[in-house]
């Protein structure tokens, strides 16, 4: 065990370089040192392919399994070290000249994508992305050589169990529903509020929410970037980005939604982070995390009650907390997915979803995809996409190969509509925990039943052991009928 530890270590520190390139493009490098920047990390991300497709790596792996040793290993142990050995197993069939073509690609794609972002202009964008989805599908066919459907592949990696035909059933369900609140909205008719803050505003008042929510600040740190995202380096290293735009609304909900991810990785188990920091099946159960102290927690007005004096004097607002609180709960379509109310938001990951199966059972080609976004959004939205920037620009994800990403953001809501219903049965009402000010009580639900076991179980497996059931959508419909009609 302690060789396979040692092992495991070595590829760990070589991550965490990784990773800290990768953040000082998105954050402080200056754009003429990006090519050296992607030199220098595909050479420690072709260090890391050599360790974990080595035949040593392997032996150390089968020589625990094999061991008397492993019987008396914790279950979360057991299920992660046979993981690894999955993970090897797919991997190793992935030649190195290819795989550090695609690692190289996946760096200058994310480039040019906050290229054309920056520019408004999708034609600077599409032959990386074109090339990405051509390089993807080769990847996953060196993975899975015998596989009839390469998306449910991609899908799998990300939340393992989960097929297309199981997101059909889930999203088909759940479709209808929110297209008919959505449709019969009304609006708040609220007037624009925007107002520029400094990048040291922000992230002292992310600080203090991040603190209030139960993250742990000593253990992360805050940058600005294009995209909100959270980045684990190990388990006293956790980042989170933000962009600095003048919606302080959404701003807001950004750092609640990151935090969640946040405090998630800083709550995994020591028997499992002695492990290092390799992520494993747990992207959905993550995007429940985020999406649950975002909206059904960072939307709901008793959650600003102890420390809506607080931000209010931090900002310099100039209305009460009904006023405030409107903002967050505004429902009504709209274009830009990160920015979307927690109802319209499923419509914005269901059009993703049935874009990306499209274009990965070789429907749909990128020439095709601002043509199908638009008429998407206008089919289950009702809006018209004005500019790229709004439109299939959007989003960071497929510029670095993340195909099957997206439907964890749904899938992590469906269970939020369960963990809620748990929360109020288990640990008290939610509404009365939030306004006198007890957040963290939920926290420790959630930290000693979810992130305590990092991916070692699957949304439907914690679904079983935390809710008593399997994924079902209604508890998610319900909720939005009870809040929205």
């Known amino acids: 065990m302690n060789n396979l530890l040692e092992y495991l270590e070595r590829i760990d520190k070589i991550n965490y370089v990784i990773n ?110 074109t090339k990405m989805i051509d390089m993807t599908k080769k990847y996953y066919r060196y993975m899975y050589p015998n596989s009839n459907n390469l998306y449910d592949e991609m899908l799998n990696d990300y939340e393992e169990g989960v097929t297309s035909s199981t997101i059909d059933k889930l999203f088909e369900e759940l479709k209808p529903e929110v297209i008919k609140l959505v449709k019969n909205l009304k609006s708040n008719k609220l007037k624009e509020y925007n107002k520029e803050y400094s990048n ?34 190990n388990n006293n290293d956790v980042r989170i980005t933000f962009n600095n735009k003048s919606n302080i609304f959404d701003h807001i909900s950004t750092v609640i939604h990151e935090g969640g991810h946040g405090i998630f990785e800083q709550n995994i188990s020591d028997i499992l982070s002695k492990y290092g920091s390799y992520d494993i099946d747990k992207y959905a159960l993550h995007e429940s995390q985020s999406r649950f102290y975002e909206n059904m927690l960072g939307r709901n007005k008793n959650f600003f009650i102890p420390i809506y ?29 990160t920015e979307a109310d927690e109802l319209t938001y499923c419509l914005h990951i269901i059009i993703r979803y049935e874009i990306e199966r499209d274009l990965f059972n070789d429907k749909l080609s990128a020439e095709d995809l601002v043509e199908v976004w638009n008429k998407k959004y206008y089919d289950y939205l009702g ?69 305590e076991y990092g991916g070692t179980y699957n949304i439907s ?25």
């Open 20 to 129: 800290v390139l990768r953040w000082e493009m998105d954050t402080t490098a200056p754009k003429k040192s990006f090519d050296y920047l992607i030199d220098v990390s595909t050479k420690y991300e072709l260090e890391v392919f050599d360790l974990v497709t080595s035949k040593d790596y392997i032996n150390l792996i089968d020589n625990v399994i094999n061991s008397g040793e492993f019987n008396d290993l914790d279950e979360v142990e057991k299920r992660y070290i046979t993981k690894l050995k999955d993970e090897y197993t797919k991997f190793v069939r992935v030649p190195k000249d290819f795989y550090e073509e695609y690692a190289k690609l996946k760096s200058n794609s994310l480039n040019s994508w906050v290229e054309a972002k920056d520019k408004n202009d999708y034609s600077i964008f599409k032959p990386y992305l």
């Open 461 to 485: 497996e914690v679904a079983m052991r935390v809710c008593g059931t399997d994924l079902e959508v209604n508890s998610l419909i319900n909720y939005f009928k009870n809040k929205y009609e």
């Open 309 to 337: 004096d607080d931000i209010k004097s931090m900002l310099k607002l100039d209305m009460d907390i009904e006023e405030f609180i409107k903002y967050f709960n505004d429902a009504k379509a709209s274009l830009i997915r």
């Open 383 to 451: 809006v018209e996409v004005t500019s790229d920037r709004e439109g299939i620009l959007q989003d960071m994800h497929w510029s670095d190969g993340s195909f099957g990403y997206f439907p964890s953001y749904l899938l992590g809501s469906i269970f939020d509509g369960m963990l809620l219903n748990t929360i109020n049965s288990k640990v008290g009402d939610i509404d009365t925990l939030l306004r006198e000010g007890r957040i963290k009580e939920i926290s420790e639900f959630l930290n000693q039943n979810i992130h």
């Open 200 to 233: 040291d505003l922000l992230i002292n008042l992310s600080k203090y929410l991040l603190d209030y929510i139960g993250f742990d600040n000593s253990r992360g740190t805050l940058g600005i970037y294009s995209h909100g995202y959270t980045s684990k380096f």
